[in-house]
């Protein structure tokens, strides 16, 4: 039944003009993206650079999950973790009536995201450029600190920018949206990594006991791999009635609520989000002359190498995982949407008991979800407090987490594609002339 299903996905997407369109526009901003995170920036001290991303552990995750990758200094190397940090921004403030966000138009809103996330890149990148940059005589910016700092950190923005235009331009006319470019970077960089752990392990130090401790990790990988794929495929499925249609049909309509309901949003937001607030502190600390006792503190306590830092971290991702849990499903519009179409759930009233059902549903299982998140991303930092080397496995934990929700989002992205051509006979306006 699997190759069957497969089969006629893989037909559907050959046959049908717009899935090919789609195809065609996704392939097209693949490649932009694969030339522009080759396009490395200069002016740059490698050595500073390594240095920045050992000691600055938030600063290369959240590059890492989110499309960039400071290791490579390119022109994407940012992410789209400013662009993330601002829909965050974004989303506090329309929170308050006050300031009446929701009254504008999509294209006003849209500009002020887009100037939100250029102001939050900028910071981001003259933070890091002024770590990293080298000036000498015989460099490609001959210039002083501050304005090679300057340009790399335009140039740095100018390439989040167009990031983030792209992955919108993916959602509007692709497959897959942002999240098919954060997978291109996520493989990236996990194929980084492996390639470093092997090197390690099977040639320079190749011995009996690697082998076998090369074997223990592909294992366990591979059962984590499953652990993951079943927590965000698992789902609780709440029976509907349809007046009017066979109780045999009706059988098999329900409101499904997976298991995790936040997908990997939160680990990805959350984490962008804090290496924000200590890019924000470094800008502020350099420019507006903040006392050192306090920004070393405040430095501290947002350190995900530091208790407090870990629990403002655990307690950030349990936030996102409930707000964008509700996000995803709306109790409020579903029991609204059944209680116009006299959908029903059994020895439930329509309207707010329904809403109320929903909701507390929902509740449940965000809360597993919730330890889910919070269980894989916080206890690797944890035992990273008493063995630093462990802080390290955390980042490709995270990558594999990201990984399996976004592929298996696409993977429902398409199949939700294919069935909606698959009811051309409902379509009769839809095109099946060929590409």
Known sequence: MYFLSMFKTLKTIFLEKQFRLKLFWTFLILIIYEIGQNILIPGIDKQKLTDLIDSQYAFNLASSLTAGNLHQFSLFALGLGPYMSALIIWGAFSSFKSFQLDRLSKNKSHLLKMLITTIIAFIQGFVIAQEVTTVSSDSVLNSTVFSASFIIAIILTIGSVYLSWLSDMNSELGIGGPGLLIIAGLVSNLFSGIKIFFEEYLIYFFNFHSIVFVFVIIVGVYFLLMIMVFMYQAEYRIPVEHIMISSEISADSYISIKLVPAGAMPFMFGISFFAFARYLILFLSSYFSLKNSLFDSLLKNISLSHVNGI???????????????????????????????????????PGKQTEGYINLTLMRMSTIGTFYIDFISVVPLIIGLYNPVFTNYALYLGVLVTLVSMVLTIIDQVRALTEKYNYDALLPFFDKRGF
Do not use: C, H, T, W
């Open 311 to 349: 629990v403002l971290y655990l307690i950030v991702l349990s936030i996102l995982s409930f707000a964008f849990a509700f996000l995803n499903i709306n109790p409020g519009d579903i029991s609204e949407s059944m209680q116009k179409n006299g959908d029903y759930i059994i020895n439930v009233r």
